[in-house]
């Protein structure tokens, strides 16, 4: 064996050596591009980290430069100002909101509390924003600037308007102007208050728009309202409007001793928010229902009855069990929608006889003219009548009355004779107010002609 061959014969593994520095030049190769890749990730995500803190720093200074420029502003250019602006830095568009808004020291907001406040002094706030924000929070600086003296008249308020739904929550949009010693306009905020400053004392009439749609406490569309403004102080004002809704009724009565479906003309609604009871329907139109509308949707209930005063209340003290709890309803009322209520009426189980007595009775009387009048009742002054007409049975078809005293009066056509019943109380649904009038020739109070 020469040396050649000797040499060869003791490296048997050369070819598989060099297979296994192949792969590891490759997996080397490998590592690398990952550290690499990893490097630069991180890499970039520091530049975006940097670049945002760079972004912030630059709004932190533009935020503290408007407030700069905010506190150099006249008191008359701070009040009520809402402005946006754009201003460029390092080739990024900064958007810079500024607002200034009086607030009263005590309370630390736009005075829109009840009572006579001082506008202490003005809180002014410069938002910052760029485009890559993203879901970060907003650079925002706020502070004071205090009303040098003489800077606001001696002669010169303000008035706080602040409107309350039924549910005492504040409307935001609510537009309102006023004239007078000065004039003013705009709209209510977020929390319904609305801040009209540096206005001339004396009187002015504040003038809600209608076109909201809203109604007042009453149930009235709103109307203009007198006040005045205070030098030095501010004078508030409170109001309630809310989107209406109704009150439908039903009425029930007792008929031949049974529970039944009636009709009715009018009803009454009451809530101790309102400035005093409220009458829908016609008298004399009588109908299955009555819709009271509209109605302010307060948070506590209405109590709804029928008849056009307040003397038809069948609980005017506001017992717990009063009695005639059924000719009466609670009812509560949600903005937009209609509450749906039944009374049952209290009936006067009237029979018109021809005869003279208890002893001489004669027959009913068919189609006799029957005049109720509520003693306790008017309307335009005169007191309230309702004209109603007997059956064959010489009663009346609709027995249901308001809760009230009432004069009866009953006439006989073919005859031309009437008598009368004074102070009859139909005050009561558990039974039937029971009355008889005689309307013959020798009956006691008989006379000829017909009701008045």
């Keep these: 064996m020469n040396t050649e061959e000797a040499t060869t014969a003791s490296r048997p593994g050369v070819s598989s050596e060099d297979g296994f520095t192949i792969i590891e030049v490759l997996v080397t190769a490998v590592v690398i591009a990952v550290v690499m890749g990893a490097t630069f990730g991180a890499l970039q995500a520091a530049g975006r980290a940097g670049s945002e803190q760079r972004h912030h720093a630059e709004s932190y200074a533009i935020a503290q430069k408007d407030q700069a ?15 946006t602006t754009t201003i460029s830095a390092g080739g990024t568009d900064y958007d810079v909101h500024s607002t200034g808004q009086f607030v009263n020291d005590i309370t630390g907001t736009a005075s829109c509390e009840e009572g006579t406040n001082s506008s202490d002094y003005i809180s002014i706030t ?152 409220k009458a829908f ?12 509308t509209p109605v302010f949707p307060f948070s506590s209930p209405y109590a709804v009855y029928a008849g056009n005063c307040a003397a038809n209340n069948p609980n005017p003290d506001d017992l717990t069990n009063p009695p005639a709890a059924a000719a009466m309803a609670d009812v509560s009322v949600v903005a937009g929608q209609t509450a749906n ?33 509520d003693t306790e009742c008017t309307v335009g002054g005169n007191p309230v009548k309702r004209t109603l007409t007997t059956n064959s049975s010489g009663k009346l078809d609709t027995p249901g009355l308001p809760y ?31 009355l008889t009038i005689y309307v013959g020739s020798f009956a006691s109070g008989s006379s000829s002609g017909s009701c008045p």
Excluded at 147 to 156: I, L, N, V
Excluded at 356 to 368: D, K, Y
């Design 281 to 292: 329907g016609t008298v004399g139109s009588r109908a299955t229902d009555v819709t009271a």
């Design 69 to 83: 420029r905010l506190r150099s502003l006249q008191v008359s250019q701070l009040d009520g100002l809402d402005e």
């Design 126 to 277: 410069s938002v910052v924003t760029w485009p890559s924000i993203g879901n970060r929070p907003a650079t925002v600086i706020k502070s004071i600037v205090a009303p040098p003296a003489g800077s606001r008249s001696e002669d010169t308020g303000a008035l706080a308007v602040v409107i309350r739904d039924g549910q005492g929550n504040g409307i935001e949009g609510v537009p309102l102007s006023g004239s007078g010693a000065g004039s003013f306009s705009g709209s209510t905020g977020p929390t319904g208050c609305i801040l009209f400053t540096d206005l001339p004392e004396g009187n002015y009439t504040l003038t809600p728009s209608t076109a909201a749609g809203v109604v007042d406490a009453d149930g009235n569309p709103p109307a203009p309202i007198d006040t005045s403004v205070v030098g030095q102080s501010t004078n508030t004002l409170v109001l309630r409007y809310d989107t209406p809704g109704s009150i439908k009724v039903d009425f029930r009565t007792r008929i031949n001793g049974s529970v039944q479906n009636t009709t009715q003309d009018t009803i009454t609604i009451f809530n101790t928010g309102m400035t005093q009871e």
């Design 341 to 373: 209520a039944t009374i049952q009426l209290p009936a006067l189980n009237l029979t018109v006889m021809s005869g003279n007595s208890s002893g001489n009775p004669g027959s009913p009387v068919n189609g006799a003219t029957v005049k109720v009048t």
């Design 404 to 434: 009230g005293t009432y004069d009866v009066c009953a006439y006989r056509p073919s005859t031309n004779r009437k008598n009368t019943a004074s102070n009859i109380e139909v005050k009561t649904t558990a039974t039937d107010t029971n």
